[in-house]
């Protein structure tokens, strides 16, 4: 019994948490897209992040400072196994399919070191993907220990230093004169441009900015002074994210001209004008490098969270003990391997058809509207044990729970619904569209339902079986 008490006394500090949650959230990866909009980006930004961001951080300190097990334990103390094993799918399954898209622009940056050309090589990117997330999945299987001390520093030096140097070189940039491309005459609009249904899109499309927010609370056993550290957590990791998200958009819009913006290398053509002010063009290549990391630490830090809810879900029985498996540090090694294999299948999709990117990007769509239905079990779940338990202790409690709670699950439902309306410059027939959406949804998200009809007293793991570090597996 020393040891757990051991490891619990020697856990993660509430900043390193925080620093976790900000690398789990935060990325200079799609500042690029809200760049054009200039001083509009500001309300695009804010906006979502109070009817988005700020409700899943509230609700998850509190539903982490009273109960183990991150979204399965939360959904699962309100409406039982089944329903917290559907919420913890739609996570895990928008993590498998999150993971190639996000490596791919990996793969970018790594490019834009050495030839931008390879961008665009497919067998290049499906390459990239393939080394660099099973180079991710051995180091998430040293442990939370080492994946904390990965993701922590990662994010320091592949997140807030690049966008803290957007920042400062932009302001340098324009001390020695340079061109603002950023509009702020007396008729700029702080309002993006009202379009009909894109600018709603727009608006909700950057609520899935901040998802996530809740992905490290599956942690939380693993942290000293959970009910106190975790709150404290969540409202330093929201501060960096805003930082992180708009300053540096700003910047961007700056150093480069609102129709020349590329989504995918806005932040290096960024770079390079203002490297290029300045005399050290090769600043760039330094910049593209570090974000790199920051990439790589992301992934590793997205790697064992969803996929651990799922391994309390198994040894609740509902998954076979062959998926049970852990090794010496704890960590799910089974069902690491089975999402390495999907995100591998994934990948070289890349290398072999065609025009692939379209294809990822419906995937990945789908993946969001089963995240945002997690995010509806979620806030309903708190609004329920806040109603049916509100003697449970919490470490926190979310002020005003009732709005923050029904503000939350109303943000995610837009969200849903708007999901299905079409990106501008899409040619696809609306009706096959919506279709494809609701049967991709349908097929990735029975997973629950599946397993729960197959399931077998079997499964369900001996107490003795678990691994004697892994805290949070034992409390849940």
């Known amino acids: 019994m020393s040891t757990p008490t051991k490891k619990k006394a020697a856990g993660l500090s509430w900043i390193t948490m925080a620093l976790l ?7 200079v990866r799609g500042l690029p897209a ?3 909009y200039g001083l509009a980006s500001i309300f695009l930004y804010v906006l979502p992040a109070i009817v988005f961001l700020v409700p899943v951080a509230l609700v998850a300190a509190e539903l982490a400072s009273g109960w183990n097990g991150g979204v399965f334990g939360w959904v699962k103390a309100a409406y039982g196994d089944r329903m917290g094993f559907v919420a913890i799918w739609q996570q895990w399954m928008q993590n498998v399919v999150w993971f190639p898209a996000q490596l791919a622009f990996f793969a970018g940056a790594l490019a834009y070191v050495f030839n931008p050309d390879l961008g665009s090589n497919g067998v290049f990117v499906g390459a990239t993907i393939l ?3 099973w180079l991710a999945t051995l180091i998430s299987l040293r442990g939370m220990s080492f994946t904390a001390f990965v993701g922590s520093k990662g994010l320091i030096v592949g997140t807030l230093i690049p966008a803290a140097m957007l920042v400062v070189m932009a302001l340098i940039y324009l001390a020695k004169g340079g061109q603002s491309e950023l509009e702020t005459g007396s008729g700029t609009s702080w309002l993006p441009a009202f379009t009909g249904i894109a600018s709603i899109v727009l608006i909700v499309s950057n609520f899935l900015a901040y998802a996530g927010m809740e992905m490290n609370a599956v942690h939380v056993t693993d942290m000293i002074n959970p009910k106190k550290g975790f709150p404290k957590a969540i409202g330093l990791a929201s501060i960096l994210i805003l930082l992180v998200f708009i300053p540096p958009t700003l910047a961007i819009a700056v150093g480069v001209p609102a129709k020349s913006v590329d989504l995918t290398t806005g932040v290096m053509q960024a770079f390079d004008v203002f490297f290029q002010k300045v005399g050290i063009p090769w600043g760039t290549s330094v910049m593209a490098l570090l974000i ?3 990439i790589l630490a992301s992934v590793v830090t997205w790697i064992p969270g969803p996929s651990r809810g799922l391994l309390l879900v198994a040894k609740d029985g509902y998954l076979p003990p062959s998926l049970q498996k852990t090794n010496a540090a704890g960590v799910q090694i089974n069902i690491l391997i089975v999402q390495g294999i999907i995100v591998s299948i994934l990948a070289l999709l890349f290398a072999v058809v065609p025009n692939v990117s379209s294809a990822f990007w ?9 995240y945002l239905i997690m995010y509806m079990i979620m806030f309903l779940a708190a609004l329920k044990l806040r109603r049916t338990q509100p003697d449970v202790v919490r470490g926190f409690r979310t002020p005003a729970m009732k709005l923050v709670g029904w503000v939350g699950f109303a943000a995610s439902v837009l969200a849903f619904l708007i999901g299905f309306a079409q990106p501008t410059g899409s040619n696809i027939n609306n009706f096959i569209y919506v279709g494809f959406l609701l049967a991709g949804i349908l097929v990735l998200g029975c997973g629950p339902f599946i397993f729960y009809a197959l399931r077998k007293p079997s499964w369900i793991a001996l107490p003795e079986a678990e691994p004697t570090d892994t805290t949070a597996a034992s409390n849940s």
């Open 21 to 27: 949650t900000t690398t789990a959230v935060a990325s």
């Open 34 to 36: 809200m760049a054009p």
């Open 131 to 133: 080394i660099v997330y």
């Open 292 to 294: 790199v990391v920051g």
């Open 362 to 370: 419906i995937l990945s769509a789908m993946a969001v509207q089963l």
